[in-house]
């Protein structure tokens, strides 16, 4: 098979090395080397084609009206850049997508892909699937976007975290790497994080955080 790595793509679930093969064989592509740091797509870009990373992993990222960069999400192999927004009137590419390191992308005509869903019932539902999956991440990520103040998104990501409910949680991200999805400096998420400990609300064990009053962390989620 030509791309094994796809086998285990959400857009190619369920589908054999067999089928996959002759998808490929009738259909128009290229693969195409990103160097690490270097815009894939831009904000606003339209969208001509489907993107699956096949190697490396890439990042997208928007700035906010104050100017500050915001992290959207890690996307690694072998994920699709922006397929939820690959067709309808005006497609185009929601955030900047950057290589983190060298990586490798797929790239298919969308008239292309789209013939392919025509003919394939299952990649059709694939394709479905992921729309439905992405609508929520999005729906979860503004979401958390509205919080005004860095507490605020630190309460509700610490209530989401698995365990919460006991009062024991682990998270799931460095302090940097939450400080760049919060889209925040490292030393302001720090103090945040500091002073809720002060507060007597969260004891921090490196990653591990212990959860002391339940009801103060829950009033910050309204911040």
């Known amino acids: 098979m030509r791309f094994p790595q796809l086998i285990t793509s959400p857009l190619f679930k369920g589908i054999t090395e067999e089928e996959a093969e002759e998808i490929f064989g009738r259909i128009n592509y290229r693969v195409r080397l990103y160097r690490a740091g270097s815009m894939i797509a831009q904000s606003s870009e339209n969208i001509y084609s489907l993107l699956i990373v096949l190697s490396g992993h890439v990042r997208g990222e928007m700035t906010d009206i104050a100017g500050h960069i915001i992290k959207i999400e890690d996307i690694y192999p072998p994920q699709a850049l922006a397929a939820a927004f690959i067709f309808g009137s005006g497609s185009q590419f929601p955030v900047n997508v950057y290589a983190n390191i060298d990586s490798e992308v797929l790239i298919i005509d969308k008239n292309d892909y789209l013939t392919i869903m025509h003919e394939n019932k299952t990649m059709l539902v694939n394709y479905l699937n992921l729309i439905c999956t992405k609508a929520r991440f999005l729906s979860d990520r503004l979401r958390f976007l509205s919080f005004r103040t860095i507490k605020g998104k630190l309460a509700h990501y610490i209530v989401s975290l698995p365990g919460s409910g006991s009062g024991s949680v682990v998270m799931d991200r460095s302090q940097q790497q939450l400080a760049d999805y919060f889209g925040v400096a490292r030393p ?26 339940m009801d103060e962390l829950a009033l910050l989620t309204q911040l």
Not at 188 to 213: C, F, H, K, N, P
């Open 188 to 213: 302001s998420l720090a103090r945040a994080l500091g002073e809720m400990e002060d507060s007597g609300i969260i004891i921090v064990e490196r990653r591990r955080i212990t959860i002391t009053r």
